[in-house]
Nanobody
Framework: QVQLVESGGGLVQAGGSLRLACAASGRTFSTAPMGWFRQAPGKEREFVAAISWSGTITTYADSVKGRFTISRDNPENTVYLQMNSLKPEDTAVYYC??????????????????WGQGTQVTVSS
């Protein structure tokens, strides 16, 4: 079983930065792919970024490419999402997700087994 707890959300002006963190419990963290998703009011949950278990492979949604960076610290059981040049359209609840051990990197939410409770990010114009 893996438990995920996100932190780092908040209110920021357009053009600003935030760093989200996701702390994971469970021994399988270091062998599982991790992802970040977001859901804005009235919209479906969408993929933001994902990282392989080793941290060597990353992938991003086109809408955040070049502005967001996903990284992980396996000894600390933590995955991060550095968000720069934030825009009002980035406003959403951001969720951390964990795949199963040795699972391939994926952008599909249904393939992630574990989810955090979410953290609110609000970008004002």
């Amino acid at each position: 079983q893996v438990q995920l707890v996100e932190s780092g959300g908040g209110l920021v002006q357009a053009g600003g930065s935030l760093r989200l963190a996701c702390a994971a419990s469970g021994r399988t963290f270091s062998t599982a792919p991790m992802g970040w998703f977001r859901q804005a009011p009235g919209k479906e949950r969408e993929f933001v970024a994902a990282i392989s278990w080793s941290g060597t492979i990353t992938t991003y949604a086109d809408s955040v490419k070049g502005r967001f960076t996903i990284s992980r610290d396996n000894p600390e059981n933590t995955v991060y999402l550095q968000m720069n040049s934030l825009k009002p359209e980035d406003t959403a609840v951001y969720y951390c997700a964990a795949g199963r051990p040795t699972q391939s990197l994926t952008t599909r939410s249904r393939e992630y087994a574990y989810w955090g409770q979410g953290t609110q990010v609000t970008v004002s114009s």
